[in-house]
Nanobody
Framework: QVQLVESGGGLVQAGGSLRLSCKGS??????MGWDRQTPGKQRELVAVITENGNTRYADSVKGRATISRDNAENTVYLQMASLEPGDTAVYYC???????????WGQGTQVTVSS
């Protein structure tokens, strides 16, 4: 059974930083990443990283976010700095399974940035 479990969300003051973690199990994953959802807005890709370490970021977080992964631990991280109230959202980890050739999402973790 493929599972993704996120951790690291919470309440942060504007200008602060946080790190989200997502541990996968039940498969080996090609790309892993994060997207986010704010009520009333479309879900937005935040960052993605391939198994070889190639990365891509949303324009809204470029220069403030760093995505990384530990392939041995099947874990992907999202480090964000200079947080803004506009970063407030539920952040979802996702990953593509090599075994099932399907995408999976975690349960989501709330990030709230106070001004």
């Amino acid at each position: 059974q493929v599972q993704l479990v996120e951790s690291g969300g919470g309440l942060v003051q504007a200008g602060g930083s946080l790190r989200l973690s997502c541990k996968g199990s039940g498969s080996i994953f090609t790309f892993m990443g994060w997207d986010r959802q704010t009520p009333g807005k479309q879900r937005e890709l935040v960052a993605v990283i391939t198994e070889n370490g190639n990365t891509r970021y949303a324009d809204s977080v470029k220069g403030r976010a760093t995505i990384s992964r530990d392939n041995a631990e099947n874990t992907v991280y999202l480090q964000m700095a200079s947080l803004e109230p506009g970063d407030t959202a539920v952040y979802y980890c996702y990953a593509h399974s090599v075994v099932t050739d399907r995408d999976y999402w975690g349960q989501g973790t709330q990030v709230t940035v106070s001004s």
